[in-house]
């Protein structure tokens, strides 16, 4: 099991930037496809982005394309996620997540999660 704790979320304005952090421990997380998801109030949590365990590969959701970057150290056992062009419905608490998987943009593949940190942009 791998524990992940996220931290740099907290109040933007619109167009703002942030930078996420997701620190991990536990099992090797080298290995881990990591993952950003996001929920905001009333909706279902969604996908942001994805990286493979060598960072050769990254995915992203079509609304995060060009604003979002996804990037991580393993020898820090730290995976990011920097956010520009903030805007109002990018609010919302976001989760990173490892796993090994096939479907990097399908949650359920995720094997441990991190408690979120709650990101909000006011106009």
């Known amino acids: 099991q791998v524990q992940l704790v996220e931290s740099g979320g907290g109040l933007v304005q619109v167009g703002g930037s942030l930078r996420l952090s997701c620190a991990a421990s536990g099992r090797t997380f080298s290995r881990d496809a990591m993952g950003w998801f996001r929920q905001a109030p009333g909706k279902e949590r969604e996908f942001v982005a994805a990286i493979s365990w060598t960072a050769l590969s990254k995915y992203y959701a079509d609304s995060m394309k060009g604003r979002f970057i996804i990037s991580r150290d393993n020898a820090k056992n730290t995976v990011y996620l920097q956010l520009n062009s903030l805007k109002p419905e990018d609010t919302a608490v976001y989760y990173c997540?490892?796993?090994?998987?096939?479907?990097?943009?399908?949650?359920?593949?995720?094997?441990?999660w991190g408690q979120g940190t709650q990101v909000t942009v006011s106009s």
């Open positions: 997540a490892a796993g090994t998987v096939s479907n990097y943009y399908y949650q359920d593949e995720y094997d441990d």
